[in-house]
């Protein structure tokens, strides 16, 4: 057992999870800022695969991968815009609304899609080594030799941070999550905000399904996904809505992936399944600490999420 | 438009020959809400560099004139001016926008964040950086200048009401207010504190701002304003000032009735004398927390026999509330006892003291009393749907819940068509007689009824009122607690007076004079 | 209203899926045709459609009765694979020659117990912390999958079996009754059983009252005594229970032996079985009904006609984007409160 735990075989592992990690993250990302807004979008699922499709489609008739991944988004933002339509607009239980979303996304993606299951994008978003930084012992192999979507997925989580705790929109946005009354009486347009990220957050879903099939899957078939959208909402919560705890969350799940396939390779008969169960049992427990009025605070939800907010009359 | 926070408003010096247009000139305002009128031709000014109170018992129409100056509402007819000129908000925001503050009784403050970033919020500037430096530098700055102690990088959750009703005051002054409007300020503060904000609004005044604040405690109005008016029934019964008046003058203005009205009034009829029989409810020093945690309930001694009705005056906020809901067993006290009919029911459960006979028409029925979702009969079945004849072992019977149905809808005029109709299709007052129905049927003991009227047509009333004088003299206590001071007198024996949570006095309703009660309610006890 | 309401939906949603097939290059009206023939046009398609719509009955009866008390139980895929897997244990290791009438009763119960034990899960942590059951219930799911994963790949699988994983065969006691020769089976009837009694215990009894009574107004509850907290365990046992005997009536009367990927997604599909049966038990039979034939049609026209079977998801979420909208017409003023 020892000589396969060797630092080369780490090192690859880690490697590997940031690959495996991306899509997850993009779509974590994504709803984590719907659930700042205070929405709760279960269709994750749904919405990744079809930005996966689109990736893979757009890309296989373009020619250009660039062009799949900016399909990837409209897809998703599409997608999301159902959900903000009803949830938003309309009022509907979110949590139906969301899963009709994933069963719809799934439906959708597989019929379309029938024509090109199999078929090889032309491009892809291959491993593009940054020059002097993927030289550097142990990160350069992990950190700096990793895709381009890869690349924009740690600048998203920089930007997000950014954003949500040191700008003016982000402190609009943890508002309209936390207490929608107040960021109404404070002249803030708190459904056409929610509804903004729920569109955009899908977006972000959506190219996490590019990231897989114009990245580490190349290509599309029915339900590629695998259920990545609901590791996603559940990273949310082991995140504790923050954007850097849900990168390492993402690396996690991606580690798990990658570990666990390379330990089969290698001939290790590794009981992967309780492995694959602790990060959802995590997301348990830090669920139940996160409801507790003491911890909260520190690791709270927003507080108005899923319910929705409508303003009294006004005479 | 909007002056800057950091610079104090501009003292005019009056002039032999301009008159120095008032802060708040509001002209013939009248509002209505349906068929209730809250305000009727209001004049009301209030000057820079003066406390002006505004004063008045429930439903007088105080808090809807200040949301028209808040621009919450927009007023039917009249006009308001601002410094002379007219204006029309169509928003709080405009009214921010012209220097018009309104401190609210809930306040809109989110709690994970610091105060700072709760003004940033506010602020309409645009621009992506926080930028909660500078903020936190200008509210430091305008704490300390109006003696306001509120640290801005402190988070809301942090803070004491107190403190957070001051961040409210602070944020309104960072948006340019100036003229302040606070309704009920002291409502939710402990006694220091309440001293400290009425020196505080007094040093605002002084500072040439224009401080509007409603208030129903009289002493604290005497101490602090310039100017007072009262209101009445939607119209301003007068304006006067703390030396030309004084507490007596001011109760009888705020709640003084001529004989005839009562009289009037519809549910006014001769009063049977019922001797009444032995103690249903005994409170013995009874106290209970309120919402935030604050004492709503202090040490109250209370009594009502069978056969009396006993009816709780008191303007709204003064632990009304809490004592339905400890009587009934939705809220827990603190200290003292609960007795009814001899038997300690102290935070019994409130199954339980329903069952010992205890019928309750809560203040909310559709958010406590009745299910908007269901059926009339499900609702109708509540309180006994676990008993025979309704259920016989796990089963319900449809016959035994269809009979009993029908004969509340009948027995109390329900108007609605059919059992199956879903409550919230009915009518206020209809869902309200239904209720009533429903607890009234098991010959109840004791009646906790909350404004058991409110939101009710006309005709709903008078049948609300004849279906409680019954129960009076069918020998139940009744404890009435309403904001309606006509109700109350017209419907009980005796009124006790809550203020702060402490009853002030009790005394017969018959001959009362309505200038006692609103010295009580005031919080003015005999002298 | 909401009969209009929910009818409207399917139409509106027939329609829109016509337009998007008819973009696609399809005949819409070829399409429902063949699927329609194909779930109900001959006896084998009948026959398969009463098949699927079985566990989906059985678990959308245990999401519709979560749902009634507000509590959303996204979990019933993890319970339906605990009732599974109690009822292969039983089947297999506790007491394997049992003849047919224990055998199959006991396994009733082994897969009652083993959904409930799941839902209850989620129960406890709503009741006792707080914490959100659509969260917990959902988490839950992918640890079920895996623990079945972990039994099938490990202790439980069978030597003989060579590249399919799976339990042994359940023994011939364990398999459930067939009607004649088609693969309609003895849970069908499980199904409408359940449905008519869950169907009189919320009309006709108490408990389903109290129910009601706590979904639509929980303080209304308090007040009128009733046990919350106890009732929102029982019914997440109740859920899963449910949900658990889908589980077992598949393993007993479809696979016959405990494999991967025992469900296709019943469990979430249940949650639309429930949602647009409008949480009514007859509703949700007639919606598993339905749900059921559009998918055999999905089925049928992906082999006659070499279009995906993925029209059928598509048209079930369509038609609950439309519900969805569509009830706002018919929904009561209050606001509901979501986890």
């Known amino acids: ?315 | 438009m909007t002056p800057s926070p950091s610079s104090p408003p501009i003292t005019h010096h009056p002039s032999p020959v301009t008159p120095v247009p008032p802060a708040v000139a509001m002209r013939a305002i009248s509002k209505r809400f349906g068929p209730v009128v809250a305000n009727d031709q209001v004049d009301f000014e209030a000057s820079w560099g003066e406390v002006h109170a505004l004063v008045g018992e429930n439903g007088a129409g105080k808090s809807t004139l200040m949301s028209i100056l808040a621009g919450l509402y927009r007023p039917d007819s009249g006009q308001v001016e601002i410094d002379g000129m007219p204006v029309r908000f169509r928003s709080p925001r405009d009214a921010i926008g012209h220097g018009i503050g309104m401190v609210y009784q809930h306040f809109m403050l989110v709690e994970p964040f610091t105060v700072a970033e709760n003004v940033v919020l506010g602020e309409q500037r645009s621009g992506v950086d926080l930028q909660t430096a500078r903020v936190e530098r200008e509210l430091t700055e305008l704490s300390q200048r109006y003696g306001l102690g509120v640290d801005p990088r402190a988070k809301i959750w942090q803070l004491s009401v107190g403190e957070q009703q001051r961040v409210e005051i602070l944020r309104l002054l960072y948006l340019g207010a100036r003229i302040l409007v606070l309704d009920e300020p002291t409502a939710v503060l402990t006694p220091q504190e309440a001293r400290s904000l009425l020196q505080t609004l007094r040093g605002m005044a002084a500072q040439g701002f224009s401080v509007v604040f409603i208030s129903h405690k009289l002493d604290e109005v005497l101490e602090v304003a310039d100017r007072i008016s009262i209101l009445r029934r939607g119209q301003i019964a007068a304006t006067t000032t703390p030396t030309e008046t004084n507490r007596r003058t001011l109760a009888r203005l705020m709640v003084g009735r001529e004989l005839a009205e009562l009289v009037e009034h519809p549910s006014a009829e001769p009063h049977q004398t019922v001797m009444p029989g032995e103690p249903i409810l005994e409170l013995r020093g009874l106290s209970a927390l309120g919402e935030k945690g604050l004492p709503a309930l202090r040490n109250v001694d209370l009594e009502v026999r069978a056969g009396e009705t006993l009816g709780i005056a008191g303007v709204a906020g003064n632990g009304q509330r809490e004592l339905a809901e400890v009587v009934t067993g939705l809220r827990l006290a603190t200290d003292g006892v609960i007795r009814i009919d001899g038997k300690t029911m102290t935070n019994r459960p409130a199954a339980e003291i329903a069952r010992a006979g205890v019928a309750h028409i809560p203040e909310d029925r559709l958010a406590t009393g009745l299910i908007g979702g269901m059926n009339l009969s499900e609702n109708a079945i509540l309180r006994v749907y676990a008993q025979p004849p309704m259920c016989s072992g796990p089963f319900l019977s449809n016959r035994a819940v269809a009979a009993f149905t029908d004969r509340l809808l009948a027995n109390h005029d329900v108007k609605a068509p059919g059992r199956w109709a879903k409550l919230h299709t009915l009518s206020g007052g209809n869902q309200q007689k239904l209720l009533l129905a429903r607890e009234l049927a098991g010959q109840p003991r004791l009646i906790v009824a909350v404004h058991p009227t409110r939101g009710v047509d006309i005709g709903a009333t008078e049948a609300i009122h004849t279906a409680l004088r019954e129960q009076r003299a069918r020998g139940a206590a009744t404890l009435l607690i309403s904001e309606d001071l006509d109700e109350l007198l017209a419907l009980s024996d005796r009124i006790a007076v809550l203020f702060e949570g402490r009853v002030m006095g009790t005394l017969p309703a018959r001959g009362a004079a309505a200038e006692e009660i609103g010295l009580l309610m005031a919080g003015i006890s005999h002298d | 209203m909401t009969g209009l309401v929910t009818a409207l939906s399917f139409l509106l949603a027939l329609l829109f899926g016509g337009i998007v097939l008819f973009l696609a290059g399809e005949n819409p009206l070829q399409v429902y045709e063949s699927m329609f023939s194909g779930a109900l046009g001959n006896w084998n398609g009948v026959a398969e459609t009463l098949v699927k719509t079985t566990p989906l009955l059985l678990a959308g009866l245990g999401v519709a009765v979560a749902f009634r008390m507000q509590l959303w139980n996204i979990g019933a895929e993890g319970q339906l694979y605990w009732g599974a897997i109690f009822a292969t244990g039983l089947a297999l290791f506790v007491i394997p020659g049992a003849p047919g009438w224990v055998m199959v009763p006991a396994m009733v119960g082994a897969g009652l117990l083993g959904g409930a034990l799941w839902g209850l899960i989620p129960g406890v942590l709503r009741a006792w912390f707080g914490a959100s059951e659509i969260i917990t219930s959902l988490m839950l799911n992918y640890v079920a999958i895996l623990s079945s994963e972990y039994l099938i790949h490990g202790p439980w699988r069978d030597p003989q079996s060579f590249g399919f994983p799976g339990t042994p065969s359940l023994p011939a006691a364990a398999w459930l009754a067939h009607w004649g020769t088609t693969r309609v089976h003895l849970g069908l009837l499980f199904g409408l059983a359940a449905a008519l009694l869950l169907w009189i215990m919320l009309r006709r009894t108490r408990w389903g009252y109290e129910i009601g009574v706590m979904g639509e107004n929980p303080r209304a509850a308090l007040y009128a005594g009733m046990p919350t907290k106890r009732t929102i365990l029982l019914v997440m046992a109740l859920s899963g229970a449910l949900a658990g005997l889908a589980g077992m009536s598949e393993v007993a009367g479809i696979g016959h032996q405990l494999q991967r990927n025992l469900s296709p997604g019943y469990g979430y599909a249940a949650i639309i079985v429930a949602w647009l049966g409008r949480l009514h038990p007859l509703g949700a039979v007639l919606v598993a009904f339905l749900l059921a034939a559009l998918t055999v049609g999905g089925d049928q026209i992906q082999m006659s006609l070499g279009l995906p079977a993925a029209i059928a998801p598509m048209l079930q979420g369509t038609i609950l984007f439309f519900l969805l909208g569509g009830d706002i017409l018919t929904r009561y003023r209050i606001t509901r409160v979501i986890g």
């Open chain 1, 1 to 315: 057992m020892t000589d396969i735990l060797t630092p080369a075989f780490i090192i690859s592992v880690l490697a590997a999870a940031v690959a495996a990690g991306t899509a997850i993250l993009f779509a974590c990302l994504g709803e984590l800022i719907t659930e700042r807004a205070g929405v709760l979008n279960l269709g994750i699922e749904g919405i990744m695969l079809m930005g996966a499709l689109a990736g893979a489609g757009a890309c296989i008739w373009s020619g250009n991968a660039w062009v799949g991944a900016a399909m990837a988004l409209a897809a998703g933002a599409a997608m999301a815009a159902i959900h903000a339509l009803l949830c938003v607009g309309l009022r509907a239980n979110q949590v139906v609304s969301g899963l009709a979303l994933t069963i719809f996304g799934g439906g959708l993606s597989a019929f379309l899609g029938r024509d090109i299951v199999g078929v090889p994008p032309p491009s892809t978003f291959h491993r593009v080594d940054i020059p002097v930084l993927a030289d550097i012992p142990v990160l350069g192999r992990i950190l700096f030799q990793q895709s381009a979507l890869s690349y924009i997925s740690f600048a998203l989580v920089g930007f997000l941070w950014w954003y949500i705790y040191r700008t003016r929109a982000g402190l609009r946005l943890r508002a309209i999550g936390e207490r929608p009354e107040a960021a109404d009486a404070m002249g803030v347009d708190v459904a056409r905000l929610r509804a903004l990220y729920v569109i955009a957050g899908g977006a972000l879903a959506g190219l996490g399904g590019a990231a897989i099939s114009l990245g580490t899957n190349p290509g599309w078939s029915e339900g590629m996904t695998a259920g990545r959208g609901w590791i996603a909402v559940a990273l949310v919560i082991f995140a504790a809505w923050n954007p850097a705890r849900a990168a390492v969350g993402a690396y996690l799940f991606g580690g798990v992936e990658a570990g666990q396939f390379r330990l089969q390779a290698a001939g290790v008969d590794v009981s992967s399944f309780f492995l694959n169960m602790l990060p959802y049992l995590f997301t348990i427990l830090v669920l139940v600490l996160s409801t507790r009025e003491s911890t909260r605070r520190v690791l709270g939800a927003p507080a108005a999420l899923g319910r929705a907010y409508t303003r009294e009359d006004l005479g």
